[in-house]
């Protein structure tokens, strides 16, 4: 039987192919560079997707040509932020500046720099003027071009961008069902496909007729409400006799009151109850 699971670096195995439906993993051990091999029965292999049905695939494997365009980008807007002319504006004369009067421009300027200087308004003599430079319409697409490669990233993973920090297009209402969706829509499909790994490659079944074994993540957290909706569910699952008060005490995190483990029978005087009226009715 297996007791205990110990897991390894993917650097550190090397799976390998020995036949129809076997193979065998080759594992150097990360303190001692003992290398062990270890067959397909002694391993645990959670495989995120897979094209032969033995290697797995990374969602960053799959889309690797999409992250390399973002790693472009990346480069090259550092290159131009370190190299580029970067000037906020630019000074105009009428005419050409010698090197003297030149100096004497610069050394008026250097009067306006600084955070202690801001918001003050120079003075330019000699018919110079100054133009803000805007933004080009390729830097714009460049950033654009930027924010796309974070939308990109979230489609591999299949998440929302507000996951990512890109909050462009986000409000507080689509950000609460994005968490909400965030389960069902990215992590579910996660955790039911390593759910049924686990399962095929360590449970065995019970040798006691009707106990079954099952695997399953605890992903309530993910879901956790608001405190008065909380309260409100644990209200109608203890008037329900779905759950009693103790097993809502130890969800918020409390430990249990006497007599907190009975369930609660209002349930059934309701039903009572409406039957009554029914056949008072009639």
């Excluded at 699971?5 to 439906?21: M, N």
């Excluded at 105009?92 to 610069?106: C, I, M, R, Y």
């Excluded at 956790?224 to 008037?239: D, F, L, N, S, V």
Aim: net charge neutral; hydrophobic share 35%; with cysteine.
């Amino acid at each position: 039987y297996k007791r205990q699971l110990h897991s390894y670096a993917p650097g550190a195995v090397v799976p390998e192919r020995i036949g129809e439906h076997k193979y065998k993993y080759t594992i150097t051990e990360p303190f001692t560079g003992a290398v062990r091999t270890y067959l397909q029965e002694e391993i645990l292999h959670l495989r995120y997707s897979t094209d032969d049905g033995f290697l797995g695939r990374s969602p960053i494997t799959i889309c690797r040509e999409a992250l390399g365009l973002g790693l472009a980008q990346q480069r090259h807007g550092a290159s131009i932020m370190k190299d580029g002319m970067m000037a906020a504006g630019v000074i105009t004369a009428k005419e050409w500046l010698d090197s003297v009067k030149g100096k004497q421009a610069l050394e008026a300027l250097e009067r306006y720099k600084g955070a202690r200087n801001a918001g003050k308004t120079p003075i330019l003599e000699g018919g110079m003027g100054y133009e803000q430079l805007g933004m080009s319409n390729q830097d714009a697409e460049w950033l654009a071009s930027r924010r796309f490669t974070i939308e990109d990233i979230a489609r591999m993973f299949n998440v929302s961008p507000i996951f990512l920090q890109e909050y462009s297009n986000s409000t507080y209402s689509n950000f609460s069902e994005a968490s909400r969706a965030f389960l069902t829509m990215t992590m579910r499909p996660w955790l039911a496909n390593f759910e049924q790994q686990i399962k095929s490659a360590l449970l065995v079944a019970s040798p006691v007729p009707g106990i079954r074994y099952q695997v399953e993540f605890d992903s309530a957290d993910l879901l956790r409400a608001t405190p008065t909706e909380r309260y409100a569910t644990y209200e109608r699952g203890i008037k329900n006799g779905i759950m009693n008060p103790n097993e809502a005490r130890e969800r918020e995190g409390m430990p249990p009151r006497e007599g907190g483990d009975e369930y609660s029978q209002a349930w059934k005087q309701e039903v009572k109850v409406s039957k009554g009226s029914k056949d008072g009715d009639e």
